[in-house]
């Protein structure tokens, strides 16, 4: 075999094997895919959204408690960690040099990879046992808890890529410091932050562990963040973990729902960032 | 090129480089006892320990365009710089010697730095419009030095800018479209337009046309050429027909020392220093 021909062959072996490693990759997100959507669209139908949990033993119902306690929770962690999270960012891209800035980072990477049993357990020392009482609140400051990170970090990335000029430009009109982050380069990375956001939230809207010890439960239907709130995610780890085979499709069927907010934010994140950039030519 | 020193030395009114024919005007001769806009004196520049400038000491004149030039590196931009305190956002930077501007040292205790930059405007070489609409980008400093009382005073102000900077024609129709939907040469005209907003005295220009092309370029002259009736202008520049065509004075820097400051027809055709005459006529930079 001349030298050529068996570099060629070389790199399209190589090649071969990249495609392939893509395709490995994939299977088993379609395999989830195809499961979640050939088992839970058999149970979806229009009271899974409207009707509250049957009782035991009785067919039908649906979870609309659960649906809307599920974003209530994504909501309220959303409010607590939306504000913490871009302004820590800004610090840590502000200050980028200073030890606090690196500890920040290092908090927020620590934070990151904290497992979200533990978040939940903590959030319960101070949220729940203080008030003798499992609450929306409480759930959703777990949830933010997880997501302050994600903010934080993509923030900062974001930030840094702001080209310099930008902030010069502010400066050299007679603009303040912060004025000239917050007025002008805050919102020249707006969109990929809303992406950031965005992503957290589909991330967190999934969790399940750190809601088990603070938002808890609740075969009812409420509004009020003081009251136990059932969301989707233990909705499915309970019908899941039930004997009755009912119980088994409404958690199919709660789980395609869940897979499908998380794909519409991702759908939404990547809409959002076109249409800003678009806006901006 | 030695033909083109020659001719120089003799005195001849001759552009250095090429055919270009010899500067269009005469400078304005600067009154030397009139007080200086800009007086610098004994300049030292350091990034950490690495001394950038060194001894500078210039006089700048009001209404007038004074053009930076010397090879890359010797310190224009760093001096330029120095004149509205960019240079304090460099970590590690340190500054020696006095600038003072009307009479005030701009590096005393006392002096609001956000007040200084919005008197001395700066247009930096590579184009950073905002991304905002174009008239929120000649709005910006308006807005946040508060310098407008109505809505109707915001839009006048934004309009006579951006036709001070030669844009107002090309844009009347799309105030509202994005910057970023403007040409290279239409986004410098807009930075100026947004540097003139704010109304400074001192006009700092980093090789503005640098990124242009010919007629683009042509426009930023003949608006510096129309500017210097209202601000002090200094504009760094690598192109020495430019330099020639735009200011009154010139000053060159070498290696962080300033080497010759005279007006710009005696710099390109009869400079005192060698070095001046070698940079001028292409020997070296
Ligand atoms: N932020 C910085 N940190 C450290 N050194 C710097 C910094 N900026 C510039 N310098 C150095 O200072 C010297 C002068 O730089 P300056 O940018 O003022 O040159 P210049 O004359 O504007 O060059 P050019 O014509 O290429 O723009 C150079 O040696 C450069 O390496
Ligand atoms: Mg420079």
């Not at chain 1, 380069?185 to 992503?199: D, F, H, K, S």
């Not at chain 2, 400093?141 to 005073?153: A, Q």
């Not at chain 2, 001192?202 to 510096?224: F, G, H, N, W, Y």
């Amino acid at each position: 075999m001349s030298r050529t021909s068996r570099r060629k062959l070389l790199s399209a072996l190589f090649v071969g094997f990249c495609a392939l490693s893509v395709l490995l990759a994939l299977v088993p997100l379609a395999l989830i895919l195809f499961f979640v959507v050939s088992q839970g669209i058999q149970s979806l139908n229009v009271a899974f959204f409207t009707h509250m949990p049957a009782p035991v033993g009785e067919a039908g119902g649906g979870m609309a408690n659960a649906i809307v306690g599920t974003l209530i929770l994504t909501a309220l962690g959303s409010i607590f960690a939306v504000p913490i999270g871009i302004l820590s960012g800004v610090y840590t891209s502000e200050y980028g040099g200073t030890r606090l800035a690196s500890a920040i980072r290092f908090a927020a990477d620590t934070l990151n990879g904290v497992p979200s049993i533990v978040i939940g357990v903590f959030v319960y020392g101070i949220a729940v046992l203080p008030f003798k009482q499992f609450s929306a609140m409480a759930g959703g400051l777990a949830l933010g808890i997880m997501m302050i990170p994600i903010i934080a970090r993509t923030t900062e990335e974001l930030l840094l890529l702001v080209p310099g000029t930008m902030r010069e430009g502010a400066l050299a009109l007679g603009a303040t410091r912060a004025r000239a982050v917050f007025s002008v380069v805050l919102p020249a990375a707006l969109p990929g932050i809303i992406t950031g956001v965005v992503l957290a939230l589909a991330r967190i809207a999934g969790e399940t562990a750190p809601l088990l010890f603070t938002a808890f439960n609740n075969r009812f239907f409420t509004t009020k963040l003081n009251q136990p709130i059932a969301s989707l995610t233990v909705q499915v780890y309970t019908y899941a973990n039930s004997p009755y085979a009912d119980w088994h499709r409404q958690a199919w069927a709660g789980a395609l729902v869940l897979v499908s907010i998380v794909f519409l934010c991702s759908i939404f994140a990547r809409l959002a960032t076109r249409r800003l950039e678009a806006m901006r030519g | 090129m030695l033909l083109n020193a020659e001719a120089a030395k003799a005195g001849q009114p001759r552009a250095p480089g090429a055919d270009s024919p010899a500067p269009a005007r005469e400078s304005v001769v600067p009154n030397p006892e009139s007080d200086p806009k800009i007086a610098v004196a004994g300049l030292n520049f350091y990034y950490g320990p690495n001394r950038v400038l060194d001894g500078v000491t210039l006089k700048i004149h009001p209404n007038q365009v004074t053009a930076l030039i010397g090879p890359s590196g010797c310190g224009k931009s760093t001096f330029l710089r120095s004149l509205n305190r960019m240079n304090d956002i460099v970590p590690g930077t340190r500054v020696e010697g006095s600038i003072l501007i009307d009479g005030q040292d701009i590096y005393a205790p006392s002096v609001d730095v956000v007040d200084l930059r919005r008197r001395v405007g700066m247009v930096f070489q590579k184009s950073n419009p905002f991304p905002k609409s174009i008239f929120e980008n000649v709005a910006y400093g308006l807005r946040i030095n508060r310098m407008t009382r109505s809505r109707e005073e915001l839009g006048g102000r934004v309009e006579a800018s951006l036709k001070a900077a030669a844009l107002w024609d090309e844009v009347r129709d799309r105030l509202h479209a994005s910057a970023l939907s403007l040409s290279g040469g239409q986004q410098q005209r807009l930075c100026i337009a947004r540097a003139l907003a704010v109304e400074p005295e001192i006009l700092l220009m980093d090789e503005p046309a640098s990124a242009l092309d010919p007629i683009a370029t042509q426009r930023i002259e003949e608006l510096v050429y129309q500017l210097k009736d209202r601000y002090t202008i200094v504009i760094v520049t690598h192109n020495m027909q430019q330099a020639a065509r735009v200011s009154d004075v010139t000053a060159f820097f070498w290696l962080g020392k300033l080497i010759e400051s005279d007006l710009t027809n005696k710099i390109f055709t009869a400079p005192a220093e060698k070095l001046t005459e070698d940079y001028v006529t292409g020997r070296f930079g």
